[in-house]
């Protein structure tokens, strides 16, 4: 019996170092106020508006790379918030079509809908960084699933736009993506 209490103590101990270690550590557990005394800041409107192209990859669960994408995105806002449009061309040949409706609150929050997303989006601004958290739905040709998101966009210097994103199915890391966008260039 005394040996049965030990073991069922140790899993306890190690799963509260497991959800401390998620709670406090992990990439979902950043927040917007982390990064409030960093620079420039991140003005969505300013950063995500007129035309911008995004290049990315995608990776599956073992770290691999299963896709890459370039995408062409517009930005249109207004002062209580904006229409981000993205245009998705994969290594696949595959094409998506998406348009965030992002609504600014004046204390920073974010509210974030697209056809594809489960209900809404929220998230906070914090000096070079925007995080949002959203559920989306994949299209039925990639399965259907509906996937947990956490997106981090964090502003350079120089003005490009790093994001990371993880995706996870019943709190299992399924994909990541990571990207750039930056302002389109005009042809020469």
């Known amino acids: 019996m005394t040996g049965l209490l030990y ?3 140790g899993i306890a101990v190690v799963w509260s170092f497991w959800l401390a270690r998620h709670r406090m550590l992990s990439f ?3 927040r917007a106020a982390d990064y409030e005394h960093f620079g420039p800041e991140f003005v969505l409107s300013r950063h995500l508006a007129g035309a911008l192209v995004c290049h990315g990859v995608i990776y599956g669960p073992s770290g691999r790379v299963v896709s890459r994408f370039v995408a062409d995105m517009t930005g249109e806002w207004t002062e209580s918030g904006g229409v981000l449009r993205e245009s998705f061309r994969f290594d696949s040949g595959a094409t998506q079509e998406r348009a965030w409706h992002l609504t600014l609150a004046p204390d ?6 697209a056809d594809d997303i489960v209900g809404h989006g929220s998230g906070a601004m914090g000096g070079p960084c925007v995080g949002l958290t959203y559920r989306i739905k994949l299209p039925e040709d990639a399965g259907g699933h509906t996937l947990d998101v956490v997106d981090w966009m964090h502003l350079l210097d120089n003005g490009v736009i790093m994001n990371r994103s993880q995706f996870r199915k ?3 890391k399924v994909a990541e993506l990571v990207a750039t966008i930056e302002r389109k260039r005009e042809a020469a």
């Open 7 to 9: 073991f069922a103590l």
């Open 28 to 30: 979902q557990a950043q």
């Open 108 to 113: 920073g929050t974010i509210r974030a809908e």
């Open 170 to 172: 019943f709190g299992v």
